[in-house]
């Protein structure tokens, strides 16, 4: 077998992802936040916290597939997402793809979406993550994976923790709308010498403290990091 032949190359490499925001995002993300605010009350705090340029991670908890919905039409820069290669179907690989998403295979170290996430910091944009990797279906944060946190570590850019409530009632009270909260808590910078878990425990912490008691799952008790349990 010649050297040539023994090497795969990663069929995602030959398809376009948007690292700009393409006119049929913009299109997209007016019509939905058109068709959301019929359903939802969004209220945004601490925007002030997003830089106004410059990369960034934004890391959010993950309830619901409808959390990215909120997510974006709260933030005015366009997020770059990573999300499950299963989205990503004949019918959807295109639009997906057009918005600024790109699949990452979970369950296993995936050497490609972590490239790409590296070029979208690069490119000075907004990486959107959900660091428990999976979505928690109401039972509180799950224990969070590393990867966003190396990332900021390895680019130095910050993580903006964004805590997210009442996208797990989209449509229940329709036609009332269900209100839905976005906090952008301050940027968590990498410190000296600090390692990925220990990044990724300041994260979560952040995130559990900025959401009710019945949502911070396995990051309750954290008294050591001045959140009590039950606030």
Known sequence: MSIENSFTIDPREKKKFALESTAFRKIMVTLMTWVFKLFMDLKIEGLENLPRKGGAIIAANHVTNFDVF???????????????????????????????????????KDIWALNHARKVLDNALVLGMFPEGTRSRGN???????????????????????????????????PKKNTV??????????????????????????????????????????????IESGE
Do not use: H
């Open 70 to 108: 909120p997510m974006q039409i709260s933030v005015p820069r366009p997020i770059f997402y990573m999300a499950k290669e299963s989205l990503f179907n004949p019918l959807t690989d295109m639009a997906l793809r057009s918005v600024g998403a790109f699949p990452v295979k979970r369950g296993e």
């Open 140 to 174: 509180g944060l799950r224990t969070a994976k590393t990867g966003a946190a190396r990332l900021a570590i390895e680019k130095n850019v910050p993580i903006i923790p964004m805590a997210i409530i009442g996208s797990d009632k989209f449509f229940r009270e329709f």
């Open 181 to 226: 909260r976005v906090k952008f808590c301050e940027p968590i910078y990498p410190e000296k010498g600090e390692n990925s878990l220990v990044l990724t425990d300041r994260l979560m912490f952040c995130l559990a403290k900025n959401l009710p008691a019945e949502m911070r799952g396995v990051y309750a008790e954290a008294k050591q990091w001045g």
